[in-house]
């Protein structure tokens, strides 16, 4: 059973940065990709950024192109999220996902990843 650990999240700035981490254990980080989502108070959780297996593919949500990057080393068994210029509409949980490969359209859907972590809060005061 793979288990995920967010960590990193705090409140900060508008305009500043926060780096996300997420900690996997229980099964061999290199065969997920993975993914970060987040959800806001009454909002539906979102999709954010996902890297593939060996890190050479990524994709992001049009809203944090550009600001955030999605990173993973293997060999720490970690997932990144480093974001900057952050946001007020930033604001929300962040969840780390893991999720076997994905091919073609969709693989930004959370029914697509199997595995979850707590989340972390991220608040950006403006």
């Known amino acids: 059973q793979v288990q995920l650990v967010e960590s990193g999240g705090g409140l900060v700035q508008a305009g500043g940065s926060l780096r996300l981490s997420c900690a996997v254990s229980g099964s061999t980080f290199s065969n997920y990709r993975m993914g970060w989502f987040r959800q806001a108070p009454g909002k539906e959780r979102e999709f954010v950024a996902a890297i593939s297996r060996g890190g050479g593919s990524t994709l992001y949500a049009d809203s944090v192109k550009g600001r955030f990057t999605i990173s993973r080393d293997n060999a720490k068994n970690t997932v990144y999220l480093q974001e900057n210029s952050l946001k007020s509409e930033d604001t929300a949980v962040y969840y780390c996902?893991?999720?076997?490969?994905?091919?073609?359209?969709?693989?930004?859907?959370?029914?697509?990843?199997?595995?979850w972590g707590q989340g972390t809060q991220v608040t950006v005061s403006s």
């Open positions: 996902a893991a999720g076997p490969d994905c091919v073609g359209t969709g693989c930004y859907l959370a029914r697509t990843f199997g595995s």
